[in-house]
């Protein structure tokens, strides 16, 4: 594959089928079932647990109108997306190899899978903004970041979204301009992919600024509580809870490098310098990283978010109490009434 004619001559575009099978760089059965399995996991507990934390959110009038949750929701949303349309792309690609009719159908889909972990990262430093403002202007918070606010950032965000990553559908690609082509990417201009690897690093960076901030004020925060025990009241609690999400959300980050840093780097390294058919199978494997993301975020929000978690339990006890109706009894009344009657006073106290 390496003698293919597409990396002879890089801004030569020649016929569809042909030059995309360069990048079907999976050659024994062992790499592509492995890549098959991996995808097959990965998605289908994407697609069950972005459903529910979409779910958890919207079904509860106090989460869904904070706007907090709102970003969370567009984070779950865009990993959804990213799970359902990379999953089918990437296996119908590298394990069934399977071709595109045209060159514009497969950017297509390439533009929707850059678009929802493209608005994935985005919401992702939202969240951290959001997070930043209510540390650093806890008074003012509720005026500065209102639902109608929240609503009009991310459809901006998405707009914008959409319109970088279906911009080699609309001509900014190596075919239309016949300038050098991705060596990791079919029909992709290397200045394009260097324009988009910029961005996913300016706003890597721009969340990491954000979340140090947050770090700071938040150690500051349990610093002050520590010398003033006494005052702990409402407020206090309240502080707490921020910090708590805040811890949240640098747990999240802090998985999107690590699972991201690898393709990035590859990304870079191969529009300097020509990269062999192994490199070009260790990317694969490591774009399936961004998809074990997208599958992590999930359970870190059910373990870290106590209103999450008690909605969930909620839900989970009126399921219980469903299913043992038919066996209903003065015992199991009693046990369904304290259920209830925990996961209340549980609410109470996060609140």
């Known amino acids: 594959m390496d003698n293919c004619e597409m990396y002879e001559n890089a801004s030569k575009c020649i016929a569809s089928s042909k030059s995309m099978k360069c990048f079907m760089v999976l050659s024994t059965q062992v790499q592509k079932i492995s890549i098959a399995t991996l995808c097959g996991l990965f998605g289908t507990l994407c697609i069950f647990e972005n459903c529910l934390v979409l779910y958890l959110i919207f079904s509860s009038s106090g989460t869904r109108r904070k706007p907090s949750y709102i970003f969370i ?61 209510s540390i650093s202007r806890p008074s003012k918070y509720k005026l500065l970041v209102t639902r109608k606010r929240a609503w009009t950032a991310l459809g901006v965000l998405w707009l914008i979204c959409v319109a970088n990553a ?69 407020q206090n609690a309240r502080m707490r809870m921020d910090i708590m999400l805040a811890k949240t ?3 999240v980050l802090t998985v999107l490098v690590l699972c991201w840093l690898p393709a990035l780097i590859l990304m870079i390294y191969s529009i300097f310098v020509r990269l062999n058919n192994h490199l070009r199978k260790v990317f694969a494997f490591c774009s399936t990283l961004c998809l074990f993301n997208s599958m992590v975020n999930p359970i870190i929000y059910a373990l870290r978010s106590k209103e999450l978690y008690s909605s969930l339990r909620m839900r989970l006890s009126r399921c219980r109490r469903q299913l043992r109706t038919s066996n209903d009894s003065p015992e199991a009344e009693s046990a369904h009434r304290s259920s209830m009657i925990e996961t209340v006073c549980e609410d109470i106290h996060v609140m």
């Open 73 to 133: 929701s567009s984070l779950a949303l865009a990993d959804l997306l990213a799970s359902i349309i990379f999953v089918g792309s990437f296996v119908n690609f590298h394990v069934f190899n399977e071709t595109d009719s045209s060159k514009e159908l497969f950017l297509l889909k390439l533009g929707g899978v850059n678009t929802s972990f493209t608005a994935s990262l985005s919401s992702l430093l939202l969240t951290a903004l959001d997070r930043y403002i």
């Open 166 to 234: 279906f911009l080699p559908l609309m001509g900014w690609n190596c075919c239309t301009l016949h300038s050098a082509c991705s060596e990791l990417f079919p029909f992709v201009d290397n200045n394009y992919l260097s324009t988009w690897i910029c961005l996913v690093l300016i706003l890597l960076g721009c969340i990491v600024c954000a979340y140090a901030h947050v770090l700071w004020r938040a150690h500051q925060h349990v610093a002050s509580m520590d010398k003033h025990q006494v005052h702990v009241g409402k």
């Open 249 to 251: 959300l640098v747990m």
